[in-house]
Nanobody
Framework: QVRLEESGGARVQAGGSLRLSCTAS????????MGWFRQAPGKEREFVAG????????LYADSVKGRFTISRDTAVNTMYLQMNSLRPEDTADYYC?????????????????WGQGTQVTVSS
């Protein structure tokens, strides 16, 4: 079993930056891919970004390309999401996810473990 805990969510003004963190514990050797999803009020949960363990291939949703950067530090079992140039439409609950599969996928079904989420609010 893998446990995931997100942190770093906050309220910021448009144009600002935030860094989210996701720390994994438990059987951390059992997952290969990690990702971030988000869910805005009244909307479906959507893929934001994903990253493999090594050598760290990444995948981004078109809506965040060039603004968000995903990274991970395997030594401390932590994944990050650096979010720059934030927009009001980035407002959502952000969820960390991990997968035991080797393929990096942009769908919820590609992930086995989920965190509880952290709230990001971007005001205009």
């Amino acid at each position: 079993q893998v446990r995931l805990e997100e942190s770093g969510g906050a309220r910021v003004q448009a144009g600002g930056s935030l860094r989210l963190s996701c720390t994994a514990s438990g059987r951390t050797s059992s997952y290969y891919v990690m990702g971030w999803f988000r869910q805005a009020p009244g909307k479906e949960r959507e893929f934001v970004a994903g990253i493999t363990r090594n050598p760290g291939f990444t995948l981004y949703a078109d809506s965040v390309k060039g603004r968000f950067t995903i990274s991970r530090d395997t030594a401390v079992n932590t994944m990050y999401l650096q979010m720059n140039s934030l927009r009001p439409e980035d407002t959502a609950d952000y969820y960390c996810a991990a997968s035991s599969r080797s393929h990096l996928r942009a769908v919820q079904s590609g992930y086995d473990y989920w965190g509880q989420g952290t709230q990001v609010t971007v005001s205009s």
